[in-house]
């Protein structure tokens, strides 16, 4: 009897790109999406309206298999450590490495600094009520 082969097509990764506005654009934006196309299927908030709220692009971050960034602003700030918080991991561009200690420690000094962190405690809240008690963990710098 012959065994049947299955045919399995690789699966490709879904990537939230987060990144500054000060990037869109740019030359490092075109190197960066190249770059994380050979990794899988990018999506790229750039073009999707600088109006739209938060809340729509922490939802992509929360379909995401994996998050890469770029940059430290407030946007990126939070993306990054809801990506941690509901432990997708998170690769910096700058590295091509996995986020380490010092850098998750600045996008939370920039997060807390935020004049809207408030607000983001409570938007976090509202969208991964599941997820809060682990956000205010990353928040801390208790990340294993």
């Not at 700058?94 to 983001?120: C, G, H, M, V, Y």
């Given at each position: 009897m012959?065994k049947?082969?299955?045919k ?10 987060s990144h500054?506005?000060h990037?869109y654009?740019?030359e490092?934006?075109r190197?960066?999406?190249?770059f994380l196309q ?6 790229n ?5 600088r109006?739209?709220a938060?809340?729509e692009y922490l ?5 995401s298999?994996v998050v890469?960034y770029?940059?430290?602003t ?6 990054v450590?809801?990506?941690l918080?509901?432990?997708?991991p998170v690769?910096?561009?700058e ?6 200690k010092?850098e998750?420690?600045i996008?939370?000094d ?5 004049p809207?962190?408030?607000d983001d405690?409570?938007l ?12 205010l963990?990353?928040l801390?710098?208790d990340?294993h």
């Amino acid at each position: 009897m012959e065994k049947k082969q299955l045919k399995r097509t690789p699966v490709k990764s879904f990537i939230y790109y987060s990144h500054s506005f000060h990037f869109y654009n740019s030359e490092i934006e075109r190197a960066d999406i190249e770059f994380l196309q050979s990794q899988g299927e990018a999506y790229n908030p750039n073009g999707r309206g600088r109006t739209r709220a938060i809340s729509e692009y922490l939802l992509a971050v929360s379909e995401s298999d994996v998050v890469w960034y770029r940059g430290n602003t407030i946007g990126v700030a939070f993306e990054v450590l809801t990506a941690l918080a509901l432990q997708i991991p998170v690769f910096s561009l700058e590295t091509k490495q996995r986020i380490n200690k010092a850098e998750i420690t600045i996008l939370i000094d920039t997060l807390r600094n935020s004049p809207s962190f408030s607000d983001d405690l409570v938007l976090f809240e509202a969208m991964f009520p599941h997820a809060y008690p682990n956000f205010l963990r990353v928040l801390r710098g208790d990340i294993h």
